[in-house]
């Protein structure tokens, strides 16, 4: 029970030792002093708070924030001295905000439990009391026997012991983990291997030594002991017998794994980074600005307090006539007194400080994410997945991102590739209908027919379909139910049904295209390789692998051709094996290589050699003996390759095409247009990463890439950044980008961190490769945490991307094909890459601008709100008297001003939302939190100040002193001090004050829908109605009625309107002659797009919509003569969509983003939709 509590409250106790000893099926010794370890149990956690913490955590964070914790220090003043308002006032409010945080916080933190016991909950197989029984899987034990069926995702970190194969392998796929969607073969030890059936498990007597958890992927050391007819029996384990959490089994029809790291301590878990809160810039310069604030009140509190002692110092003042001291204040102590008036100060101009900002702010933020969701442009129809919110504390960051993290495989990409083009010696062919058409040649055979393919095309295809490792699956579970032979149906029409399963995707996609062509890979089963050319079979004898390295950036076969001679195929990047090839169309094959490059399609040479069968021999046994070397292993099998792989004929060339996702060119085009950086992170080869930056648009084929690769030490690794930084120097006028692998990375990031950013820093584009999960969060950490600290943003879609996601200011995963692990860890979610530009463009613009007014405004408001209180001291002896009726200090920031605010911020757009997609210029605007600046912020404040003046003294001078004039046109000098007494004067101040206020903000709004209307023009009617009805009627439930008739006495004077206009008109007036020379002497590009948008507005109707479609064509023909009989004007609007669809779209040809159905569009139909 303690150790439950202790989890729950996040204090697991360490492991104690190096090593962790697990017990097969839990079968522990029955002799000795065996004391049983402690092992995590199997449950995922991705939420922040459990239902033991959630309220002294949610507090603690929610105490941070200084307006809060300063606001309950009000509180416990006004309940421990008497002061001038009731506790109510502060506590009331601030019990409200704490409230509805901690409900939106804690509903966001329950999605996240709701989406862990998905997970925690999934039905899995264990082997337990000899029989296969299903439980949750949150239920697996260390030790526990786990079941997993083909397709299925393994929800522990298992052991194998075995699988349906004899041999005891099987394939998985780590797309998930790493980014890698190629199959890996994993092999369980021979002792357990045979155990194949429940009851031989439940027999097995086995123990597992490993190390404790880590969460380096690609590291695993341990053994297993085996005891078998008393025999204890020792085998080594390695990564290549861990199945890991998270990965995929495929091509396999079920295996058994005994399971040694579970939940939280599978290496899937421990490459998630600890979920912090994150708090975005905004929310920092409100602390900031809050402190400020917090600087002018305490000034104002020990200001009032000095001149309220310097008045009392003459004896007539001290104690009047009309207010006597009581024995007990004349003996109290001077300084209790000063501190207790100081408080009583404190409390009095506490509302500058506003704590229903943080309300609003809340409200903002959750209505506003709503949005997100509700935008049809991010909504993915073939998968039906809407974009989706899971943190809306982050909205106003989506408007200030300055990097860009990404993933490769599965978020730019489809993880689909596509065979395109070949060379052949020296003749470039491509597919049409499933033949191989030379250039030049158009495709006029009849469907059907069998083509003629030549020696070279013929042996070019079999090395295609030959040279590799793809595995073949059948999945046809009718024939196989009777335990038939699987492969009884290769020599039918059945190869239709095959599956291939690939190391590569490329291998993958060259083998399904020779088999569209006629060169079908049927079968590989032990050492034999069975092809079938035109229904003509095949078989190889497979003699050797020479497996693909980076160092070689090649791979071979070495086979028994049928006639018995013996043959290499070769193929590898144009690097590798152009060099050493003798014959064949070399200097051809280049150019074509080359062509096929710069169409962004991924390219392999081919090439052959056969051997004579003295040649074979020298090389079998040279292979031979480098294998079973045990010393130097691996520098020897490198010579023998490198002497195997020589004097080769070149065959040709494939281009192949890795599907990128839609529009994600364009997307990339519009975020660098934009000022974002975008940085590419990912598992994956170089080559192939390379490739698709290129195709991607993410590098430029005029772009000087510069590579850190391969680095093997710190001196060697220096020297090459310093190298880089040089070039970029003396090539400072092209751009250059960046390519740096996971190794030297991580000598990069040891001693040469600073070196490394310079570098980077001056680069367009930088692409790292090879890099483990916990590598990417690191980049983006250092990112981070750099001098200038930008905003960051990590977009993936695996489980490998999620610490970076964490890491980053702003994570978005992506819903893609490699699990929900991103998704949920995630604070956005979308479905394609392409939306990414929406999101940032528009969305995070609009959010920006508006909680930047928001947060500017409600400084604004309550400066001048509380600055006629301070001033007013001054005139009543600085008695700590409020200007205001207690319930208009009450309701001023909860009723008067506060919709119109939050309507805005939940409405406004400074620029229509196509303007800002097709101008991603416009976002640079906004970022380095230029619209909160020390500068704007002083504006803002400097106004509220020169506003509240204008207030106080206005009023005073206007209605204070000699002005007698009634609403019904007597002067009654008697009425004066009932009609110009203390309630009556603060009531005068708060109606301009209401007034003026809520004009600032109609000023400042550029979008005005009928709820900006409702809200701006109804809260000064519902200001004046509940006035009338709050002093017009004897309460019987309040104690006093200061305000009794004050408000209905003070409309009835022609005099007081005619302040309230002249007072109204004075403040307002300076903004509007600023913003007017502004706007046309010194127009910023967001103040330019406005007037484009309003031009265009104007040209183009309502109507004149309806005579275009969605690319700018004439449509409708009756309807369009008709209207341009009516209107004569449909032929220049028509003419007009052709022409404004073109130009806004400058950026990106092929982009449509004008078809823009988002519930952020409240304005009428407008052509530009067109």
């Keep these: 029970m303690l150790r439950w509590i202790r989890q729950q409250l996040g204090f697991d106790p360490p492991h104690q030792s190096e090593t962790r000893t697990v017990y097969v099926a839990n079968r522990f010794p029955q002799h000795g002093h065996y004391i049983p370890q402690r092992f995590a149990d199997n449950r995922i956690i991705s939420s922040k708070y ?43 409010p601030l019990f409200f905000v704490i409230t509805v945080t901690a409900i939106k916080q804690g509903y966001e933190d329950w999605l996240r439990h709701k989406a862990d016991n998905e997970v925690n909950g999934a039905p899995v197989f264990v082997v337990r009391s000899g029989s296969l029984v299903q439980t949750r899987s949150k239920n697996i034990r260390v030790g526990d026997i786990v079941r997993v069926a083909k397709d299925e995702t393994f929800p522990a970190d298992l052991v194998l012991l075995s699988s349906d194969r004899a041999d005891g392998t099987c394939h998985i796929t780590t797309a998930s983990l790493d980014g890698e969607t190629n199959l890996k073969t994993h092999y369980s030890v021979a002792e357990t291997s045979v155990c194949q059936s429940v009851s031989q498990l439940e027999a097995l007597q086995a123990v597992v030594e490993c190390q404790q958890p880590e969460a380096d992927l690609y590291r695993f050391v341990g053994r297993i002991t085996v005891t078998q007819h008393g025999e204890e029996i020792v085998r080594p384990l390695g990564p290549e017998n861990l199945l890991l959490r998270g990965a995929r089994l495929k091509n396999t029809k079920e295996i058994f794994g005994v399971a040694v790291y579970t939940g939280m301590e599978s290496k899937m878990a421990l490459n998630y980074k600890c979920k912090s809160q994150k708090r975005s810039a905004v929310e920092k310069s409100m602390n900031t600005f809050l402190i400020i604030y917090l600087g002018i009140l305490l000034f104002e509190a020990v200001l009032s307090t000095i001149l309220k002692y310097a008045w009392q110092a003459e004896e007539k003042w001290d104690e009047p006539f009309y207010n006597q001291k009581t024995e007990q204040e004349r003996n109290s102590s001077p300084i209790l007194k000063f501190i207790s008036d100081f408080l009583a100060f404190l409390v009095l101009y506490n509302f500058i400080i506003p704590i229903s900002l943080y309300v609003t702010v809340e409200m903002q933020k959750f209505l506003g994410s709503f949005f997100i969701g509700w935008d049809l442009d991010l909504y993915h129809e073939e998968s039906d997945q809407k974009a989706q919110v899971n943190t809306s504390d982050l909205n106003e960051e989506l408007g200030q991102v300055e990097y860009v993290f990404t993933d490769k495989t599965g978020t730019l990409t489809e993880n689909e590739m596509q065979f395109r083009e070949c ?79 690939a190391s590569s995707p490329d291998e993958k996609a060259l ?40 160092n070689r950036r090649r791979m071979s076969v070495i086979l028994q051709t049928p006639s018995g001679g013996q043959v290499m195929f070769t193929k590898g990047a144009e690097s590798a094996i152009l060099p050493f090839t003798t014959s064949g169309e070399i200097e051809k094959t280049r150019l074509h290589v080359d062509e096929f490059a710069l169409k962004g399609l991924r390219t392999l040479v081919v090439a052959c050699r056969h051997f004579s069968p003295e040649e074979y021999i020298d090389v079998d046994r040279r292979l031979n003996s480098a294998r079973t070397a ?35 060119q364009e997307t990339i085009e519009a975020l660098r247009l934009a000022g974002i950086k975008v940085w590419v992170l990912t598992g994956d080869k170089h080559e192939t990463a390379v490739s698709v930056s290129l195709s991607c648009g993410h590098f430029h084929r005029t772009m000087n890439i510069l590579e850190l690769l391969q680095q093997r030490s710190d001196n060697e690794c220096a020297e090459q ?29 040891r001693e040469h961190e600073k070196l490394f950013m310079e570098v980077c820093k001056n680069c367009s584009a930088v692409l790292c490769c090879r890099m483990a999960p916990l590598q990417k969060a690191k980049v983006v950490r250092l990112l981070k945490t750099s001098p200038e600290k930008p905003i960051t943003l990590a977009i993936g879609d695996g489980a490998n991307d999620v610490s970076m996601i964490q890491e980053a200011h702003v994570g978005i995963g992506i819903m893609g094909k490699e699990g929900r692990q991103a998704v949920r860890n995630s604070d956005y979610a979308i479905a394609r890459f392409k939306f990414l530009a929406k999101l940032l463009l528009v969305h995070g613009h609009f959010y920006y601008i508006r909680i930047a007014t928001l947060v500017q405004y409600f400084f604004y408001k309550n400066v001048c709100f509380i600055t006629p209180q301070f001033l007013y001291q001054f005139f009543c002896l600085f008695s700590q008297q409020t200007l205001y009726d207690s319930v208009y200090l009450t309701l001023y920031n909860i009723c008067f001003t506060s919709l119109p605010i939050l309507v805005y911020s939940l409405f406004e757009q400074l620029v229509h939302p196509h303007i800002l997609q097709s101008k991603p210029a416009l976002y640079r605007d906004i970022s380095k939190n230029s619209l909160l600046s020390f500068r704007t912020f002083l504006y803002w ?55 003026t206020v809520t004009l600032k903000l109609a000023l400042e709004t550029h979008f005005w829908t009928w709820m900006n209307h409702f809200v701006t023009w109804g809260s000064i009617a519902f200001y004046f109605i509940f006035s009338l009805f709050y002093g017009g009627i004897i309460w019987p439930f309040l104690h006093t009625q200061d305000m009794y008739f004050v408000f209905v006495q003070l409309l009835s004077s022609g005099s007081a309107w005619f302040a309230i206009i002249i007072i109204v008109i004075t403040c307002l007036f300076p903004d509007v002659v600023k913003k007017v020379f502004y706007r046309h002497l010194q127009p910023t590009s967001t103040q330019k797009s406005q007037s484009l948008s309003a031009t265009q507005a104007q040209t183009l109707s309502c109507v004149e919509s309806l005579c275009c479609y969605q690319h700018g064509q004439s449509g409708c023909s009756r ?52």
Excluded at 63 to 72: G, H, K, M, P, V
Excluded at 471 to 491: A, K, M, R, W
Excluded at 637 to 651: K, N
Aim: hydrophobic residues 40%; glycine residues 8%.
């Design 50 to 92: 459990t239902i033991w913490n959630f309220v002294p955590k949610n507090l603690f964070e929610q105490f941070r924030r200084i307006a809060n914790f300063y606001f309950l220090i009000i509180f416990l003043v006004q309940l421990m001295i008497d002061t001038p308002t009731s506790p109510v006032t502060s506590g009331l």
């Design 423 to 501: 060379s052949i010696n020296g003749t470039k062919y491509r597919e049409v209908n499933g033949k191989l058409v030379p250039e030049g040649v158009t495709d006029d055979s009849p469907d059907g027919s069998t083509p003629h393919l030549i020696g070279e095309e013929l042996l070019f295809l079999k090395a295609v379909s030959l040279c590799h490792t793809v595995q073949i699956s059948y999945d046809q579970p009718d024939c196989l139910v009777g335990g038939g032979d699987p492969f009884s149906h290769v020599n039918g029409f059945s190869t239709s049904h095959m599956e291939y399963y």
């Design 511 to 550: 083998v399904e295209a020779a088999k569209r062509i006629g060169v079908t890979f049927t079968s590989c089963s032990g050492d034999t390789m069975e092809i079938k050319t035109f229904g003509k079979s095949e078989k190889y004898k497979l003699l050797h692998v020479l497996e693909f390295d980076a």
């Design 630 to 664: 045990l010393q130097q292993r691996e520098e020897r099998l490198q010579e023998a390759f490198s002497y195997i792989e020589r004097d080769l004929q070149l065959l040709g060339a494939t281009g192949v095409e890795d599907k990128l996702q839609d529009k994600v």
């Design 721 to 749: 950044l310093r190298r880089l930084a040089r070039r970029i120097k003396e090539d400072h006028v092209i751009q250059h980008g960046l390519v740096v692998d996971g190794a030297s990375l991580s000598l990069a990031l």
């Design 941 to 995: 404040t400097l106004l509220g100040f020169c506003h509240a003046f204008v207030f106080f003294f206005g009023s005073y001078i206007l209605m204070g002193e000699d002005t007698t004039l009634m609403g019904n046109g007597q002067i009654l000098r008697a009425n004066r001090q009932l009609m110009f007494g203390n309630w009556t004067f603060g009531t005068l101040v708060f109606t301009v004050m209401v007034i």
């Design 1119 to 1170: 309807l369009a003569r008709l209207l341009e009989q009516m209107t004569g004007q449909c032929q220049a609007s028509a003419s007009h969509c052709h022409s404004s669809s073109r130009n806004n779209r400058s950026w990106s040809d092929t982009e449509n983003y004008s078809n823009d159905r988002s519930i952020l569009t409240l304005s009428p139909i407008e052509a530009t939709h067109c």
